[in-house]
């Protein structure tokens, strides 16, 4: 499981403060104790105090916990959220309000450089903990959208192509046009260049593999391909495939002679959200595929989302994936990179901040840990 390896290892070289704003779930204080445990991250537990020592058994060792709603930086933040939306109708009372919801505030920890990431979304909706990224980080300098995928993971035995794979769009935007679904094309090459040092071969799914099929909603796919790779000829783009075609060497060969990819695709861009949720949950559920994610491309800061359905172990892989998010260390030649792949110089992580982030207050033991 290389990808995981690579993720982990560049969590444990810069362990970085992240922020957990569902500090009370119990799945989510296993994870950050098993965070602290491994030396991959610094977690701060957002909650009240009681709630959160609830979750994590009385041991809050290498554990920050932090109470949105007696928190010292309540009064910056909220003037800090009210900057950012008042053009948007949010008056000063909305924003203190608005701040003590653990998302927001988490988000805010992540805008002022209080954390380095975020990671939220084992309890609240998908919709609930993008919009607070959406609103409070907000896109990267050189993003148009901010869309997500999962990186799945195939590792079992009965797994016959075993490794890791891109699923996008599954968890973010809705019903995508040509340009979006380019866009969605393009992050999601990178993000796994990114994650795994390899090349990125990228399939366009459809229900149509090369024209056997006709309609507008092929249409709009084959039309997002021809975007994509206008906009990066450096990359290998595909579509529109039928998941075989792109997964299975002889359906592709069959189905589409004239393949680059000839079945070999890492990167499946689904059609709209219906396809890509439905597919990854399949992929996970059925098949035995792990899937960590949604992790969102496109912002300015790391901000990455759970299923509601996550286990401990979905939520610490997440922990390890934004801290390395926010060293940006999956450069060509990384530990566990051959950094002879085609295609893999230079990679960082795509749209995200590269710049080092000051370290953060919650990481010394203060006032506000509770007694181990
Ligand atoms: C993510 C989602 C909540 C955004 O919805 P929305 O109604 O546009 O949310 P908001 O209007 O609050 O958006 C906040 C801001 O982000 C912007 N925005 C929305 N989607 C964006 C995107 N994909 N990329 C960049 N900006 C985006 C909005 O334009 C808005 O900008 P503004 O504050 O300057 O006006 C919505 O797309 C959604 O519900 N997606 C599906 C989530 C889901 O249920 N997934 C299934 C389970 S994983
Ligand atoms: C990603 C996803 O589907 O999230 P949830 O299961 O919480 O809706």
């Known amino acids: 499981m290389l990808a995981l390896d690579r993720i982990i290892a560049a969590a444990r070289a810069a362990p970085r403060a992240i922020v957990l704003p569902e500090g009370a779930d119990p799945r989510i204080a296993a994870a950050a104790r098993r965070a602290v445990r491994e030396g991959i991250a610094r977690p701060v537990l957002l909650g009240p105090m009681a709630e959160v020592m609830a979750a ?10 932090e109470d949105p709603a007696t928190s010292p930086h309540l009064q910056a933040y909220a003037e800090e959220l009210y900057l950012l939306r008042h053009d948007k109708g949010m008056d000063l009372a909305a924003a203190h309000r608005r701040i003590r919801e ?36 907000g896109l990267a300098p050189e993003a148009r959208l901010v869309s997500s995928f999962f990186l799945m993971l195939l590792c079992e035995d009965h797994h016959v192509q075993k490794g890791a794979y891109v699923f996008a769009d599954c968890g973010l935007v809705i019903d995508p046009d040509a340009e979006e679904l380019a866009d969605i094309a393009r992050a999601s090459a990178d993000s796994f260049t990114a994650l795994t040092g390899e090349r990125a071969k990228v399939a366009m799914l459809s229900f149509s593999t090369a024209g056997s099929a006709r309609h507008a909603r092929v249409d709009k796919v084959v039309e997002a ?10 990359l290998v783009i595909e579509g529109e495939l039928q998941f075989d075609a792109a997964f299975v060497a002889a359906v592709g060969a069959a189905k589409a002679p004239g393949s680059a990819i000839r079945g070999d695709a890492n990167v499946f861009v689904f059609p709209n959200l219906d396809a890509a949720n439905i597919g990854y949950k399949i992929a996970q559920r059925i098949g035995g595929a792990r899937a960590i994610g949604p992790v969102l491309q496109g912002l300015a800061k790391p901000a990455n989302d759970l299923s509601r359905g996550c286990s401990e172990e979905d939520a ?17 030649g990384a530990e566990g990179c051959p950094a002879s792949l085609p295609g893999a110089a230079g990679a960082a992580w795509p749209a995200t901040s590269a710049a080092p982030l000051p370290p953060a207050p919650f990481s010394e033991p203060d006032a506000r840990r509770p007694p181990a």
């Open 225 to 234: 391909a021809r975007i994509a790779r206008a906009a990066r000829p450096d």
């Open 102 to 137: 653990p998302l927001a505030f988490a988000a805010m920890m992540v805008r002022m450089g209080d954390a380095d990431g975020t990671v939220g979304g084992a309890v609240a909706t998908t919709a609930e903990t993008v919009r607070a990224a959406l609103q409070i980080i």
């Open 56 to 65: 994590l058994g009385g041991d809050a060792r290498g554990i920050a916990v």
């Open 316 to 332: 610490f892989h997440m922990i390890a994936l934004t801290c390395a998010q926010a060293s940006a260390r999956f450069a060509a």
